[in-house]
Nanobody, 114 residues
Framework: QVQLVESGGGLVQPGGSLRLSCAVSGSNFRISTMAWYRQTPRELVATIASGGSTNYADSVKGRFTISRDNGKAMVYLQMNNLKPEDTAVYYC???????????WGKGTLVTVSS
């Protein structure tokens, strides 16, 4: 059974940084596309394909970086220059060809406030 567990959320001041982590248990990580979403409202923040190509929402370009470590089966979201509008619950998602529905983590809360 595939499980995704996010961590790294917390309270930061505007302009600060956080690094979110998503630990993946189970098979198929190396062939999977990984993504970070945030809610509310639901928004696709960043994706990283199995080959390493990335895409970002316009609202986070230049500030956030998604990365993956296939050896550790981990995906990360480095968030810099955080803004109050970045406040949300962030979710990790995993899917691959043959399983387009994929899996979701349960989320980690990021609060950006003075």
């Amino acid at each position: 059974q595939v499980q995704l567990v996010e961590s790294g959320g917390g309270l930061v001041q505007p302009g600060g940084s956080l690094r979110l982590s998503c630990a993946v248990s189970g098979s198929n990580f190396r062939i999977s596309t990984m993504a970070w979403y945030r809610q509310t409202p639901r928004e696709l923040v960043a994706t990283i394909a199995s080959g390493g190509s990335t895409n970002y929402a316009d609202s986070v370009k230049g500030r956030f970086t998604i990365s993956r470590d296939n050896g550790k089966a981990m995906v990360y979201l480095q968030m810099n220059n955080l803004k109050p509008e970045d406040t949300a619950v962030y979710y990790c998602r995993m899917w691959w060809p043959g399983n387009v529905i994929g899996y979701w983590g349960k989320g980690t809360l990021v609060t950006v406030s003075s």
